[in-house]
């Protein structure tokens, strides 16, 4: 370090001042609900090489800190004073836009004619064209059907806009008057960073605030580092599923192999699936990347929050990321819901850091954030209003010594709820219902959070509700050292009526004026044998309606009397069934998943995907379903039959298991 360390921490507070009051400016003077009230919008300042070196604590969304600028300025060379760059294109940026709605601004600070940092934002934009309102369905296979392609360009030419883009901006997108005031708003922000940054240089000269930056990189490195050291030395395996890819029924794996050593942590994402004709593909670039480090930046900060938040937090992990996998894919393949698949690695990476020493993580969270989005007609202008509703998530996971937290979870980024009052001043629909959902936290020495219920009633015809990141109706969230799992989401229109169904997973669906759709999401996973419990929680969990009185005595062996507990018929029913049980699991995944590995354990997955990856990419997805298609002919009925049933004899399907990897053996043998 070049400075001193106490000049070191005033700048790094001075540097989170910058960020912050560019979030603030941001967030007040935008005007999509996504952005003032839900919070999907970032800011920061990036040293010269487009690396992050200070970021807000609170405000926005807290996991791009691991983002990377460089790649879209290599697009942008002939950078001048005045100059801001637009993208959202996530080839283009490796990944820096995730996906398309994402819109990211970045402007250089020039000092004596050269760039000493940049000013970085980010906003979720309302609706970026496509082939659905919001731009982003679970079905889309290629990235030309996810909206509006912007590579690097420059939206402000030397302080003039450049009208040429907004003209094809507005020709591609369903709202651009309100997304071109959050674009203005972006602006304003990165004005409000570039004076900020302009004065610290006057203020402690141009040399300090370079030097600034990198002491500030590595002071948080050796921090980070510091905890990671908790984190034994070895190597650790685990692996997680999203249900499906919505256009078929195959569960998509993730696979994680951690290895730690002093302090450096390496993730391999070796044997996970192929990248698929669907949404739910991460563009990596291959190379470390926010969504694959993302619980790492939880787990350090969660143990040092004195950390400096810039790149050198991460600068002691590497990254595996095979290329034409999920978690790397080929263009064009499509990535509007990348954030599914990034939840689901990152609880691979909590297994992983679970297996190297219990206790050191919770339980997964229950696993799923839903942009709930409404599209109602507007009889004023004709158009349709594209507007989110709620930004819905599950309940966290309980860990040791603690419940989860019911209704909330921050484990991908730490959204806001947005105000009913501001989603029925823009929509005629009617939400009727948002709760904490009862007995969907897994049960445990310590319960898992909550999931929530909410119920929108549709007003108007032509209407449409869109969900975005459904997941956990397959898998349920894990529980672990003997807890149990969360319940399932589900979607069910009219519940409670003569007209109730099951929804399913939706990418758009067409309520009738006066239905009610509700979303009932996940619980997290508990922690912990659930007899352990004390008898006297699982009394106030009765009686504050998390957990019903049928679970109390059936799962935890509590038994309730007017509302007290009975401490002898308790002590009794809980010695019985301990007798009774099964041995605890380390981890429990639900029967679902174990009849699902029951036929596809994880030497087929990898053998399997191993030699996927020997094909070209314009045929691994066709193979792909060949494979599971041989295995469980019935495969198409699951949602409508049990998985068991699906599966059938488990014997037989393992024989057919094996068939297809030799028939797989040979199409490659022939395309060779």
Same mark, same amino acid.
């Given at each position: 370090?070049?400075?001193?360390?106490? /000049?070191?921490?005033?700048?790094?507070?001075?540097?989170?001042?910058?960020?912050?009051?560019?979030?603030?400016?941001?967030?007040?003077?935008? +005007? @999509?609900?996504?952005?003032?009230?839900?919070?999907?919008?970032? @800011?920061?300042?990036?040293?010269?090489?487009?690396?992050?070196?200070?970021?807000?604590?609170? /405000?926005?969304?807290?996991?791009?800190?691991?983002?990377?600028?460089?790649?879209?300025?290599?697009?942008?060379?002939?950078?001048?004073?005045?100059?801001?760059?637009?993208?959202?294109?996530?080839?283009?940026?490796?990944? !820096?836009?995730?996906?398309?709605?994402?819109?990211?601004?970045?402007? %250089?600070?020039?000092?004596?004619?050269?760039?000493?940092?940049?000013?970085?934002?980010?906003?979720?934009?309302?609706?970026?064209?496509?082939?659905?309102?919001?731009?982003?369905?679970? #079905?889309?296979?290629?990235?030309?059907?996810?909206?509006?392609?912007?590579?690097?360009?420059? !939206?402000?030419?030397?302080?003039?806009?450049?009208?040429?883009?907004? *003209?094809?901006?507005?020709?591609?997108?369903?709202?651009?008057?309100?997304?071109?005031?959050?674009?203005?708003?972006?602006?304003?922000?990165?004005?409000?960073?570039?004076?900020?940054?302009?004065?610290?240089?006057?203020?402690?000269?141009?040399?300090?605030?370079?030097?600034?930056?990198?002491?500030?990189?590595?002071?948080?490195?050796?921090?980070?580092? @510091?905890?990671?050291?908790?984190?034994?030395?070895?190597?650790?395996?685990?692996?997680?599923? !999203?249900?499906?890819?919505?256009?078929? #029924?195959?569960?998509?794996?993730?696979?994680?192999?951690?290895?730690?050593?002093?302090?450096?942590?390496? /993730?391999?994402?070796?044997?996970?699936?192929?990248?698929?004709?669907?949404?739910?593909?991460?563009?990596?670039?291959?190379? +470390?990347?926010?969504?694959?480090?993302?619980?790492?930046?939880?787990?350090?900060?969660?143990?040092?929050?004195?950390?400096?938040?810039?790149?050198?937090?991460?600068?002691?992990?590497?990254?595996?990321?095979?290329?034409?996998?999920?978690?790397?894919?080929?263009? %064009?393949?499509?990535?509007?819901?990348?954030?599914? @698949?990034?939840?689901? $690695?990152?609880?691979?990476?909590?297994?992983?850091?679970?297996?190297?020493?219990?206790?050191?993580?919770?339980?997964?969270?229950?696993?799923?954030?839903? %942009?709930?989005?409404?599209?109602?007609?507007?009889?004023?202008?004709?158009?349709?209003?594209?507007?989110?509703?709620?930004?819905?998530?599950?309940?966290?996971?309980? #860990?040791?010594?603690?419940?989860?937290?019911?209704?909330?979870?921050?484990?991908?980024?730490?959204?806001?709820?947005?105000?009913?009052?501001?989603?029925?001043?823009?929509?005629?629909?009617?939400?009727?219902?948002?709760? $904490?959902?009862?007995?969907?936290?897994?049960?445990?020495?310590?319960?898992?959070?909550?999931?929530?219920?909410?119920?929108?009633?549709?007003?108007?015809?032509?209407?449409?509700?869109?969900?975005?990141?459904?997941?956990?109706? !397959?898998?349920?969230?894990?529980?672990?050292?003997?807890?149990?799992?969360?319940?399932?989401?589900?979607?069910?229109?009219?519940?409670? *009526?003569?007209?109730?169904?099951? $929804?399913?997973?939706?990418?758009?669906?067409?309520?009738?004026?006066?239905?009610?759709?509700?979303?009932?999401?996940?619980?997290?996973?508990?922690?912990?044998?659930?007899?352990?419990?004390? =008898?006297?929680?699982?009394?106030?969990?009765?009686?504050?309606?998390?957990?019903?009185?049928?679970?109390?005595?059936?799962?935890?062996?509590?038994?309730?009397?007017?509302?007290?507990?009975?401490?002898?018929?308790?002590?009794?029913?809980?010695?019985?069934?301990?007798?009774?049980?099964?041995?605890?699991?380390?981890?429990?995944?639900?029967?679902? +998943?174990?009849?699902?590995?029951?036929?596809?354990?994880?030497?087929?997955?990898?053998?399997?995907?191993? $030699? /996927?990856?020997?094909?070209? =990419?314009?045929?691994?997805?066709?193979?792909?379903?060949?494979?599971?298609?041989?295995?469980?002919?019935?495969?198409?009925?699951?949602?409508?039959?049990?998985?068991?049933?699906?599966?059938?004899?488990?014997?037989?399907?393992?024989? #057919?298991?094996?068939?297809?990897?030799? +028939?797989?053996?040979?199409?490659?043998?022939?395309?060779?």
């Amino acid at each position: 370090m070049k400075l001193d360390p106490i /000049l070191v921490e005033i700048f790094f507070h001075k540097f989170t001042a910058v960020t912050e009051e560019m979030a603030i400016t941001l967030q007040r003077t935008a +005007r @999509t609900t996504y952005v003032k009230e839900a919070g999907d919008f970032g @800011t920061a300042i990036a040293n010269p090489d487009g690396r992050f070196f200070a970021y807000p604590a609170a /405000l926005g969304v807290s996991g791009f800190l691991d983002s990377h600028c460089g790649p879209a300025l290599e697009k942008v060379p002939d950078l001048v004073p005045g100059d801001v760059i637009i993208t959202n294109h996530p080839y283009a940026t490796d990944g !820096l836009a995730s996906h398309m709605p994402d819109l990211h601004l970045i402007s %250089p600070l020039f000092h004596d004619d050269r760039i000493v940092a940049y000013g970085w934002d980010f906003i979720h934009s309302a609706d970026i064209g496509g082939g659905v309102p919001s731009s982003i369905s679970p #079905r889309f296979s290629e990235l030309y059907q996810e909206g509006f392609q912007i590579p690097p360009m420059k !939206l402000v030419k030397a302080g003039e806009m450049n009208q040429d883009f907004l *003209t094809l901006y507005r020709a591609n997108c369903r709202t651009p008057d309100v997304n071109l005031g959050d674009i203005e708003a972006m602006l304003a922000a990165l004005r409000v960073g570039e004076r900020r940054m302009r004065e610290i240089i006057t203020q402690h000269g141009v040399e300090t605030f370079l030097d600034a930056q990198s002491d500030l990189a590595t002071y948080a490195a050796i921090k980070a580092r @510091t905890v990671q050291r908790q984190i034994p030395d070895g190597t650790t395996e685990f692996w997680d599923f !999203l249900d499906d890819d919505y256009n078929s #029924r195959i569960p998509v794996r993730v696979r994680c192999r951690l290895t730690a050593q002093d302090g450096h942590i390496h /993730l391999d994402f070796t044997g996970t699936d192929p990248q698929v004709e669907a949404a739910y593909n991460i563009p990596t670039g291959g190379k +470390r990347h926010p969504w694959l480090t993302l619980k790492l930046m939880h787990f350090i900060f969660s143990h040092d929050k004195t950390i400096p938040l810039n790149h050198g937090l991460f600068e002691n992990i590497t990254v595996t990321a095979p290329c034409g996998t999920v978690v790397n894919p080929e263009p %064009p393949a499509a990535v509007g819901i990348r954030s599914a @698949t990034a939840i689901r $690695l990152n609880e691979a990476l909590v297994g992983c850091i679970a297996m190297a020493k219990p206790g050191l993580m919770p339980a997964p969270s229950g696993g799923i954030m839903i %942009p709930s989005v409404l599209v109602e007609h507007d009889a004023v202008t004709g158009g349709r209003r594209v507007m989110v509703l709620q930004s819905l998530v599950g309940g966290t996971g309980a #860990r040791l010594g603690a419940d989860g937290v019911d209704g909330r979870d921050s484990s991908l980024a730490n959204q806001r709820n947005t105000p009913i009052e501001k989603t029925e001043e823009e929509a005629e629909a009617m939400i009727v219902d948002y709760r $904490l959902r009862p007995d969907s936290g897994g049960a445990g020495q310590w319960r898992g959070g909550t999931g929530v219920v909410f119920t929108v009633r549709i007003a108007r015809y032509g209407s449409a509700v869109l969900g975005r990141g459904m997941e956990r109706f !397959l898998f349920r969230p894990w529980g672990m050292a003997g807890g149990q799992p969360g319940a399932r989401a589900r979607v069910v229109l009219n519940p409670g *009526t003569a007209q109730e169904r099951d $929804l399913g997973k939706l990418d758009i669906f067409h309520p009738q004026p006066g239905d009610e759709v509700a979303i009932y999401t996940p619980g997290g996973g508990g922690y912990g044998d659930p007899l352990l419990r004390d =008898p006297e929680a699982v009394r106030e969990d009765v009686a504050f309606g998390y957990v019903g009185t049928t679970a109390a005595m059936e799962t935890y062996g509590v038994v309730l009397a007017d509302g007290t507990v009975d401490l002898a018929a308790t002590e009794a029913l809980r010695a019985t069934r301990q007798t009774e049980r099964a041995p605890l699991k380390r981890f429990d995944f639900g029967p679902e +998943r174990e009849a699902w590995e029951a036929v596809f354990d994880d030497a087929f997955m990898n053998v399997c995907n191993a $030699l /996927l990856m020997q094909l070209s =990419p314009d045929l691994r997805a066709g193979r792909r379903r060949q494979v599971f298609d041989h295995v469980l002919p019935r495969l198409a009925e699951l949602g409508r039959e049990p998985l068991p049933a699906i599966i059938g004899d488990v014997g037989a399907a393992r024989a #057919r298991a094996a068939e297809a990897l030799d +028939r797989l053996r040979d199409d490659i043998a022939t395309f060779a």
